[in-house]
């Protein structure tokens, strides 16, 4: 009798025991955040509490055992995996850790400072910070101390070790692209060339930064698609950031107008109309006869708003109101389109406008 409720004592006993510590460092946390509401810390670390009831478990189980006397054959492989168990569940409890350190520190600082640029860029290289920890050092670290625990994989293991050199070598020489990546990813995270959150226009796409990872970029769209492409493509070729420098921006809209056109008047509209667009921020405008040609001229709007998405939208309202008002009160201003009236006895072609053909049918 005394063989099995042993075991099932030591077992039971020390999940229990450790399931109770969980619930008491939660209980802890819990009453620190109520203690301390200025920060977050406290909250954010109660998602360790999962990790950390596995850590401690196996760690208990893996120094109770013994006291279980089952005397198996399988000992010193249940035991082995109980150690390794419980330096997954480490690596777990460090990286669910460093998640919650490092989004209190976002939030901190997004509640100290005006500057929504510092912000992104702070978020964007605590990002990378985390994912080059969690993939770099935990992972790793992880993998080789379960190596060397297995007694028969442990000469494997030094032998790993020993050649690490010869192997990163090789593994340069294979994955040039992959580490010309992460590279190129740590220059974009610590080099402030471009943020989370950022308005780019890449290979004629005009979108926002929506994720940095230690390899790809991702971008989404005005239309909702995502573009993925490289971290190293934003080292080696040229792109537009619209939130370089802040996020304001001017627009610009062409209009093609007949030399007949009121350009004072054209420009006065303008101004009136910028006042009652709550998308115009007020910095500037303008409106400026570009260029000229034999059949018409073409006039330049500027109009300067608080971001890219008001400023789109202040393009096409501005272009719209332009073409309207001109419509209704200088009709003659719209660009005409010449014909070429061809008699077909003759061949004979010449040009007339629209309306007036020469032959009697326009009048």
Same mark, same amino acid.
């Given at each position: ?37 200025? *920060? !977050? %810390?406290?909250?954010?670390? $109660?998602? =360790?509490?999962?990790?950390?009831? /596995?850590?401690?478990? @196996?760690? #208990? ?62 978020? *964007? !290289? %605590?990002?990378?910070?985390? $994912?080059? =920890?969690?993939?770099?050092?935990? /992972?790793?670290?992880? @993998?080789? #101390? ?218």
């Amino acid at each position: 009798m005394e063989e099995v409720l042993r075991p099932l004592v030591v077992v039971f006993g020390t999940v229990a025991i450790t399931v109770t510590a969980g619930l008491l460092i939660d209980r802890l946390l819990r009453y620190i955040a109520g203690k301390r509401p200025d *920060t !977050q %810390l406290p909250t954010l670390l $109660r998602r =360790v509490q999962l990790p950390v009831q /596995v850590l401690l478990g @196996a760690l #208990a189980l893996h120094a109770t055992y013994p006291l279980a006397h089952l005397d198996l054959r399988q000992d010193t492989m249940i035991r082995t995996i109980l150690a390794s168990a419980a330096i997954m569940a480490a690596a777990w409890v460090v990286i669910r850790a460093a998640d919650a350190v490092a989004e209190n520190m976002l939030r901190s600082y997004a509640r100290r400072t005006q500057d929504i640029t510092r912000v992104r860029q702070l978020r *964007t !290289q %605590l990002g990378l910070v985390r $994912r080059i =920890v969690t993939s770099v050092l935990v /992972v790793t670290t992880a @993998a080789v #101390a379960i190596l060397l625990l297995v007694p028969s994989l442990r000469t494997l293991g030094t032998s790993l070790l020993a050649s690490a050199g010869v192997i990163g070598i090789i593994a340069g020489v294979a994955a040039q692209s992959t580490l010309s990546n992460l590279i190129a990813g740590l220059q974009i995270a610590f080099g402030d060339s471009v943020k989370i959150g950022d308005t780019v226009v890449v290979e004629g796409e005009w979108g926002i930064v929506e994720e940095i990872t230690l390899a790809f970029l991702t971008v989404r769209i005005w239309d909702d698609r995502r573009l993925t492409m490289p971290v190293s493509y934003f080292n080696n070729k040229p792109y537009e950031n619209w939130s370089r420098g802040g996020p304001q921006i001017t627009g610009t809209v062409y209009l093609y107008l007949d030399h007949s056109t009121p350009v004072p008047l054209l420009r006065e509209h303008l101004q009136e109309y910028l006042r009652t667009r709550p998308d115009w921020d007020g910095r500037d405008w303008g409106l400026q006869v570009t260029d000229s040609t034999p059949t018409n001229i073409v006039v330049r709007a500027t109009m300067s708003a608080a971001n890219a998405d008001d400023v789109w939208n202040l393009r096409c309202a501005v272009r719209e109101e332009m073409l309207d008002w001109l419509g209704r009160n200088y009709p003659h201003a719209l660009p005409k389109i010449s014909t070429a009236i061809t008699d077909s006895s003759t061949d004979d072609r010449h040009l007339a406008p629209v309306g007036d053909r020469g032959d009697g049918y326009g009048d």
